[in-house]
């Protein structure tokens, strides 16, 4: 696997209007890697995510993003940028007065798709990854929790994204649901796509191994394997 660099800051601080989150973050994130962000509730997990996808603006230090440097983002620029990026945010549900399939169909068309055979087929072959085929014509509220995140995956998947971001995606689920989806988000990395993930949840670290960052005191530190993460240091849950 080609092992590009996707993510690369030096020196950057993240605010949120006047308030300084994280200062001097140092990142870099290669293609197909597997990413958890750590840290306490309200330590900037979140923000950095936000920075990312550039919803939230940087103005010192170097950051660049598959290839676009986020200082000097051009305005047109910000939506192909996006495109290649996944994101499984909770503030971004599905559509609920639509189904599975006119979720996903919204959303190819939105990003410039137009011919009707390639749009079956692409929402064929997401909905196969996140297992969820059969279920393409229910509405959202047919579903459960887990398999509405599965579809909230198939969504970031459609413009065969680099790099998926995902905020706290077990947050509303049972722990065996929760890990279900964890092992598909790590299936999905297998094939290339680098997954970085905000967590509280320290279960998933032995069963899915991947790099871990922790969002703590206005900094972001990597936890290198020797180095125990404690629940105390993350607000986290042990188990799974
Ligand atoms: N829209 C906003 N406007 C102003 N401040 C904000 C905004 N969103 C977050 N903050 C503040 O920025 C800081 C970092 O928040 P962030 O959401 O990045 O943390 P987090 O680590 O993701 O927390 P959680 O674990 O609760 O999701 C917090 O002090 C928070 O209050």
């Given at each position: 696997m080609e092992n590009k660099l996707l993510i690369k800051y030096v020196d950057v601080d993240i605010y949120q209007q006047d308030l300084l989150v994280l200062k001097d973050v140092q990142l870099e994130i290669h293609s197909g890697e597997f990413v958890y962000l750590l840290g306490k509730v309200g330590s900037?997990?979140?923000?950095?995510?936000?920075?990312?996808?550039?919803?939230?603006?940087?103005?010192?230090?170097?950051?660049?993003?598959?290839?676009?440097?986020?200082?000097?983002?051009?305005?047109?620029?910000?939506?192909?940028?996006?495109?290649?990026?996944?994101?499984?945010?909770q503030d971004f549900q599905l559509l609920t007065d639509r189904s599975v399939y006119q979720n996903l169909d919204f959303v190819l068309r939105a990003t410039g798709w137009k011919e009707q055979a390639n749009i079956e087929e692409q929402i064929a072959n997401v909905?196969?990854?996140?297992?969820?085929?059969?279920?393409?014509?229910?509405?959202?509220?047919?579903?459960?929790?887990?398999?509405?995140?599965?579809?909230?995956?198939?969504?970031?998947?459609?413009?065969?994204?680099?790099?998926?971001?995902?905020?706290?995606?077990?947050?509303?689920?049972?722990?065996?649901?929760?890990?279900?989806?964890i092992e598909l988000l790590y299936n999905i990395r297998l094939s290339g796509t680098t997954v970085v993930m905000a967590t509280h949840n320290l279960g998933w670290l032995d069963k899915f191994p991947g790099r871990v960052f922790r969002c703590d005191n206005e900094s972001l530190v990597e936890l290198k394997n020797n180095q125990p993460v404690t629940p105390e240091t993350v607000d986290a849950e042990s188990g799974n």
């Open positions: 900037g997990k979140t923000s950095l995510l936000k920075s990312i996808y550039s919803e939230l603006p940087i103005e010192s230090g170097v950051a660049g993003v598959l290839g676009y440097d986020l200082r000097d983002l051009k305005m047109n620029d910000a939506p192909f940028l996006r495109r290649k990026i996944g994101i499984v945010f909905l196969n990854q996140v297992g969820m085929y059969a279920k393409r014509h229910k509405m959202p509220h047919q579903l459960s929790g887990g398999e509405q995140q599965r579809i909230v995956i198939a969504r970031a998947l459609l413009n065969s994204p680099e790099m998926i971001l995902a905020d706290e995606p077990t947050g509303n689920l049972d722990p065996e649901t929760g890990n279900e989806l």
